[in-house]
């Protein structure tokens, strides 16, 4: 009971380990700690405990539930990714911070609940959003809620099982990486809500072939589509004499393109190819 912190791989790697309990004078489990422990299927963490940290209980494929005590404020990065067997999970009050990848690859993850006092975040149709709803976190299924404007960066990145997805018009900004490594998304709709695309956001969706970039778009960060090797055409859809993105971007944007797809098309709006004369 004199132990007050699990120390970074602890455990890791302990693939016999089947249940602990953690005793009431522990407050932080640290990065990696119980990472790889495949078989284990029960785990007690009490309510001193404040912070899980990344990696915690990564690849722990045989664990089905845990009870997030109302004392921590951290889920650490990637801390219960590829939990394949984690089924349901209740984020309670005290939790201020989701780090990235918390849950990613968690297959058989169908159910999340967010404590209705929970002053930072909220749950709807099992998609994790800021209070008042305007920014997504990361969401389990692939129907983004009405009334978010922004999409956060990492949002869905990883997200194996994703083959497609609308953006609502409510939406305004796409994160950094929200969707990168996606490696199996073959249709995205953007809506011409959309003003910006964030760095990196599309990197290495492998399957993407096309893609639609509104006129309501000014920016599209550095490396946005880097990686999409199936991509073959992008079209820019504009009604003003000259593009919204500036002249450089588009340059570097399509010298992006061109690197992956040995042909490749950029398709612009009928009578207005003079502005797009130098592309």
């Known amino acids: 009971d004199s132990v007050t912190k699990i120390g970074e791989s602890a455990f890791s790697g302990c693939t016999s380990l089947q249940s602990i309990v953690i ?12 990472d790889g422990c495949t078989s284990l299927q029960s ?8 912070e899980i940290g990344a990696y915690a209980f990564k690849g722990c494929s045989s664990l089905q539930s ?4 109302n004392s921590v404020s951290e889920i650490g990065w990637s801390a219960f990714s590829g939990c394949t067997n984690l089924q349901s999970i209740e984020i309670p009050n005290s939790v201020t911070e989701i780090v990235r990848y918390a849950f990613l690859d ?30 997504l976190i990361f969401c389990l299924n692939h129907n983004i809620p009405d009334g978010v404007t922004k999409i956060a960066d990492y949002a869905f990145s990883g997200c194996a099982s994703l083959q497609s997805i609308e953006i609502p018009n409510s939406v305004t900004e796409i994160g950094e990486c929200a969707f990168s490594d996606c490696a199996n998304l ?5 809506s011409d809500s959309v003003t910006e695309i964030g760095k990196v956001a599309f990197r290495c969706c492998t399957s993407l072939q096309s893609i639609v970039i509104p006129d309501s778009v000014t ?9 999409c090797t199936s991509l073959q055409s992008i079209d820019i859809v504009t009604q003003e004499k000259e593009p919204d993105m500036t002249r450089e971007r588009i340059e570097y944007l399509l010298q992006v ?7 490749f098309s950029l398709r612009v709006p009928i009578g207005r190819g003079y502005a797009y004369r130098h592309y």
Not at 66 to 69: A, K, N, S
Not at 107 to 127: E, P, R
Not at 186 to 190: A, G, L
């Open 23 to 34: 005793p009431d004078s522990v407050t932080s489990i640290s990065a990696g700690a119980f």
């Open 186 to 190: 073959q249709s995205i709709v953007i």
């Open 219 to 227: 920016e599209v960060g550095w490396s946005a589509f880097w990686g």
């Open 106 to 135: 968690c297959d058989n993850l169908t159910s999340i609940i967010v404590s209705k006092n929970n002053s930072k975040y909220k749950a709807i149709n099992n998609c994790v959003l800021t209070k008042d709803g305007k920014k």
């Open 257 to 263: 393109l061109s690197y992956y797809s040995k042909e």
């Open 66 to 69: 845990i009870e997030i005590p």
């Open 43 to 50: 785990i007690v963490i009490p309510d001193s405990v404040t």
